[in-house]
């Protein structure tokens, strides 16, 4: 069973920076690609980043592409999101996922393992 455990999440200024991390288990870390996605209150839950197992590809919503930055250790089976210049507008839960095959995929419904989320908190 693949676990994913995220972190990093907090309250942060306008214009400040978080690092999230998500840890994974239950299986071979470097062999699947992973994405982040985030759900604010209301609204539904919409892709963020994607990065293939070897972090040799990524992937970013436009929303946030020059800002944030997403990374892979497959030492640690850890993926990471670099989020810089934080704006109000980026606050939610943030979710880290994979699957169980390989390729960029933007829609949560082909995601069929979830961490528990992060909140993260941006204030004007």
């Known amino acids: 069973q693949v676990q994913l455990v995220e972190s990093g999440g907090g309250l942060v200024q306008a214009g400040g920076s978080l690092r999230l991390a998500c840890a994974a288990s239950?299986?071979?870390?470097?062999?699947?690609?992973m994405a982040w996605f985030r759900q604010a209150p209301g609204k539904e839950r919409e892709f963020v980043a994607w990065i293939s197992w070897s972090g040799a590809n990524t992937y970013y919503a436009d929303f946030v592409k020059g800002r944030f930055t997403i990374s892979i250790d497959n030492a640690k089976s850890t993926v990471y999101l670099q989020m810089n210049s934080l704006k109000p507008a980026n606050t939610a839960v943030y979710y880290c996922?994979?699957?169980?095959?390989?390729?960029?995929?933007?829609?949560?419904?082909?995601?069929?393992?979830w961490g528990q989320g992060t909140q993260v908190t941006v204030s004007s």
């Open positions: 239950g299986r071979t870390f470097s062999s699947y690609d």
């Open positions: 996922a994979t699957g169980r095959v390989n390729g960029l995929r933007r829609t949560p419904n082909e995601y069929s393992y």
